[in-house]
Structure formats: structure tokens, C-alpha cells
T-cell receptor
Framework: AQSVTQPDIHITVSEGASLELRCNYSYGATPYLFWYVQSPGQGLQLLLKYFSGDTLVQGNKGFEAEFKRSQSSFNLRKPSVHWSDAAEYFCAVGVDGSSNTGKLIFGQGTTLQVKP | NAGVTQTPKFRILKIGQSMTLQCTQDMNHNYMYWYRQDPGMGLKLIYYSVGAGITDKGEVPNGYNVSRSTTEDFPLRLELAAPSQTSVYFC?????????????FGEGSRLTVL
């Protein structure tokens, strides 16, 4: 069965430090992979996505993610974290269905806290 | 730009009551989705629709119903509310389908069943 695992429930980093959020997926075919971010009291917003091609994808607000097929991973990184990056981050895999009824399967989420 | 609008934002229900969560989008998207979000569990798909008149069950449909009479609206009906339905509900829409395109989310509806 398809699944997404985010091993870290909560991460705290200092402002200006680098960040890596881990994501592992289980899916038999070539995956469509996404990172969404949720600020407190808000809905989710797309940060970046990977469909094919270059395995390093750039997203909004200086984030990037690298697809590693051999490790079934799609980790999110940022070189220097800003206080405004504090939020919950969700990794997701797109799963094909019949008649283009594909869905997203979300990981459990990682809450990022930024220390001043 | 309104995007995806959900109402109400907050609601408290008694066990056994029913209610409808409203969702409307102004982007002319064919694909619409209802998710519930519980702490530490990520988002679980309740129902989805690929166009007006077409709906289908997601991972956790029990206790819910939907309809899609227009492209814009996708209401979620809770029948006989139970404490297990206490959650934050998100409506979302997509132009090309959630598995390949961007999902646009509403701000959520927080429901408490007592």
C-alpha cells in the first residue's frame, strides 16, 4: 500500500541555521511528490513538487527538495531558516487512480519551531 | 481573489445532531476534495469529486455524505454527529487532480462534537 512517513514530528532550529525535513514514501510506480506548508489557523499551501527530470527541485521561500529514488526519499531543505518559516510541513505522494481520479496521500506532518 | 471558501469556521455540535459544511470555489476547478485533519495523523481524504454530478469515497467516508450539483459547490454533510468526528475539516480544489497538480485549500472548519 502507498504511504508517506515523516519521521520527525517536531523539529526546533535556531534562526539562520540550516534545515532538513525528512520524508520517505512507499509507492510502486514513479511518484509525484509534494511538500505543503501550513501556517497556524490556515489551510495548506504548495511549497514545491517533483514530477520528473532534475531530482533537485526549487520551491517558494528558498526551500528545495531532493528526490532520491534509491532511498525512496524526498527531503526538504533550506540553507538559512527565518522566524516566519515556523509552521507545519507535510510531505505527500500523488497516487494514480482510474479515470484520472488520483489522490494525494499525506504524511503525518512535521512541526517546525524557530528559536530567535 | 476568494479561492476556496469554507463555512462555518467553528461549530460545536451535540452527539446525534447533523450539519452541513459548505465549500465553494471560484476557480472553475473540476476536482474537489474534503479532508479531515487530526493531530499527528496528517490529512485523511473523506470524499472527492472529479466534476459536477460525480462523487466518490476516500479513505474515511463513514458518517459523511457529499453532493456536487455545480462546479463551484461541494458541501459535506455530517449525519448523527459522533465525538470521533471532532476534527478540523479542509475543503480543497484542483484544476488537474490532486495527484499531479496543486491543491488549493480553504482555511478550514473546526468542528467539536460533545
Amino acid at each position: 500500500a502507498q504511504s508517506v512517513t515523516q519521521p520527525d514530528i517536531h523539529i526546533t532550529v535556531s534562526e539562520g541555521a540550516s534545515l532538513e525535513l525528512r520524508c520517505n514514501y512507499s509507492y510502486g510506480a514513479t511518484p509525484y511528490l509534494f511538500w505543503y506548508v501550513q501556517s497556524p489557523g490556515q489551510g495548506l499551501q504548495l511549497l514545491l513538487k517533483y514530477f520528473s527530470g532534475d531530482t533537485l527541485v526549487q520551491g517558494n521561500k528558498g526551500f528545495e527538495a531532493e528526490f532520491k529514488r534509491s532511498q525512496s526519499s524526498f527531503n526538504l531543505r533550506k540553507p538559512s531558516v527565518h522566524w516566519s518559516d515556523a509552521a507545519e510541513y507535510f510531505c505527500a505522494v500523488g497516487v494514480d487512480g482510474s479515470s484520472n481520479t488520483g489522490k494525494l496521500i499525506f504524511g503525518q506532518g512535521t512541526t517546525l519551531q524557530v528559536k530567535p | 481573489n476568494a479561492g476556496v471558501t469554507q463555512t462555518p469556521k467553528f461549530r460545536i455540535l451535540k452527539i446525534g445532531q447533523s450539519m452541513t459544511l459548505q465549500c465553494t470555489q471560484d476557480m472553475n476547478h473540476n476536482y474537489m476534495y474534503w479532508y479531515r485533519q487530526d493531530p499527528g495523523m496528517g490529512l485523511k481524504l473523506i470524499y472527492y469529486s472529479v466534476g459536477a454530478g460525480i462523487t466518490d469515497k476516500g479513505e474515511v467516508p463513514n458518517g459523511y455524505n457529499v453532493s456536487r450539483s455545480t462546479t463551484e459547490d461541494f458541501p459535506l454533510r455530517l449525519e448523527l454527529a459522533a465525538p470521533s468526528q471532532t476534527s478540523v475539516y479542509f475543503c480543497a480544489s484542483s484544476r488537474t487532480g490532486a495527484h499531479t497538480g496543486e491543491l488549493f485549500f480553504g482555511e478550514g472548519s473546526r468542528l467539536t462534537v460533545l
